[in-house]
């Protein structure tokens, strides 16, 4: 497709397993990044991608949090070891090239509702 | 601390009507501004970017102004549609983030006819 695709739409896990979510990004786009956003919230930044160079991890929150997109497209994030407080919706953003000069806008998914019980 | 406010969190408007939606930041140093309209269950999308230059950018009905002064910006939606019920989010760029953006919390828009 022509958008950035996220999966799964929504994922359920039990405290204590472990998660992955994947992104595709549009084909060609050098930028990507991780949001994550709770109910009634904005998006907060979790993560960023150029290529396949992870530049900025500073807003995972705790090393329960691993990211990778190790082929410069697909990017996975991945969380081990839920706790009730990862319940949110991850967001997957993709953009041509972004550098603080830019202007180009960011091209998200529709996201993963991910629930641990 | 860089932070971005919204105004008002919700706001019920009937189907025509036009409204105003606002958002004050704190980011410093400033890049860029934008403004993103999120569907319930969907990703943001973009409506508008601004650089500090700028201080208006339309987008059909939407409009956004932008004071680096005051640090503040609205988005303005004439002629409003029900399609237009959403969360409209404001996104700062803060140069010495690099990629980072401070999103704010958003503002609720229902439409109602």
Redo the contacts between chains.
């Keep these: 497709g022509a958008g ?1 695709s996220q999966s799964p739409r929504y994922k359920v896990a039990k405290r204590g397993q472990d998660v992955a979510l994947r992104c595709d990004p549009i084909s060609g786009h050098v ?1 990507l ?1 991780w ?1 994550q956003q709770a109910l ?6 979790l993560t ?1 991608f ?1 290529n396949e160079a992870q ?2 991890k ?2 995972l929150p705790s090393d329960r949090f691993f990211a990778e997109r190790p082929e410069g497209s697909v990017s996975t994030l991945k969380i081990q070891r839920t706790q009730q407080e990862d319940s949110a919706v991850y ?1 997957c ?1 993709s953009s041509f090239y ?4 830019s ?1 180009q ?7 993963t509702r991910l629930s641990i019980l | 601390k860089n932070q ?1 406010e919204q105004s008002p969190q919700s706001l019920i408007i009937l189907e025509g009507k036009n409204c105003t939606l606002q958002c004050n930041y704190t980011v410093s140093p400033f ?2 501004l ?1 403004w ?1 309209k999120q569907d319930t ?6 409506l508008t ?1 601004m ?1 500090f230059s700028e201080n208006t950018k339309s987008n059909g009905r939407y409009t956004a102004t932008l004071d680096a002064d005051t640090k503040q910006s609205s988005l303005h939606i004439t002629a409003s549609q029900l399609s237009d019920s959403a969360s409209y ?1 404001c ?1 700062v ?1 803060a ?1 010495n983030y ?4 401070v ?4 503002t ?1 828009l229902s439409v109602l006819p």
Excluded: C, K, M, W
């Design positions: 950035v930028s990044f949001y009634g919230q904005g998006p907060e930044f960023y150029q530049l900025d500073s807003g967001l953003a972004l550098d603080i000069y202007n806008p960011q091209h998200f998914g529709d996201g | 971005v890049s860029n934008r993103y269950g969907r990703g943001p999308v973009s970017i650089t989010i996104v760029s140069s690099g990629q980072n953006f999103f704010g919390p958003g609720r």
